[in-house]
């Protein structure tokens, strides 16, 4: 069942210690199939380098596991409520990076004061008040907090991020990870200088039109 997405999942799973975004088992990426609604996601507790995609678990958005012998996610709960609340999210990872947890473990959102987070994130990426592990809570303030962002930083905790790919969502992990080491080497040196809102309006509208290779019509 799913073969496809679960190879992708598996593999994108992979990705997140491949950039530093996660620690022995902690983290996982989970990836929604459209036509079915399905969703494949990480088992709990296994290591990264031993994950195949036999070990992945396809769950429907109640919980219930339709394929799969390991037991999924500690994070599934969160994973589904989103999914369910934001059918535009087909993708969802879920990292302890360091230096974006910096900030969850403050309450603080990252201010936009770079190009790179007007261009991907489109304004400060938010952190959003401490939740309970465990249930729906923290699914309930990522759909209640995030806005427009595809990431979001959860207080003492670590980050969310969302995208309509299972890619996408990977992107905004890695990417929401480097701006926070730079942010936080800045604000070592001093202030670091807002963008003004028009102007990261602006440059995130360019980059959703622009970048990459669109097809023009």
């Known amino acids: 069942m799913l073969e496809g997405l679960k190879k992708l999942v598996a593999e994108l799973n992979k990705e997140l210690p491949k950039n530093r975004l996660v620690t022995m088992t902690s983290g996982n990426v989970s990836g929604r199939d459209s036509s079915s609604g399905l969703v494949a996601i990480k088992p709990s507790g296994i290591s990264f380098e031993a994950l195949t995609p036999d070990d ?23 994973h ?29 959102p990252i201010p936009a004061v770079l190009t790179a987070i007007a261009d991907e994130f489109g304004g400060p990426i938010p952190c959003a008040p401490y939740c309970k592990i465990g249930e729906e809570e923290i699914g309930q303030a990522v759909v ?4 427009s962002s595809p990431a979001i930083l959860m207080q003492n905790h670590g980050v969310f991020t969302i995208g309509p790919t299972p890619e996408e969502a990977l992107k ?10 730079t942010v936080h080497l800045a604000m070592l040196r001093g202030e670091p200088i807002p963008i003004p809102p028009e102007e990261v309006a602006r440059a995130h509208r360019r980059y959703v039109e622009k970048y990459g290779q669109k097809v023009e019509e």
């Open 56 to 78: 992945i678990v396809i769950v429907d958005l109640d919980g219930c596991v339709v394929e799969g012998s390991r037991k999924p996610s500690v994070d599934t709960a969160t």
């Open 80 to 108: 589904l409520y989103i999914y369910r609340h934001r059918p535009d999210v087909n993708g969802i990872v879920h990292t302890h990076s360091n230096y974006a947890t910096s900030f969850a473990a403050l309450g603080q």
């Open 144 to 147: 209640k907090y995030i806005g």
């Open 172 to 181: 905004a992990a890695v990417m929401l990870e480097d701006v926070a080491k």
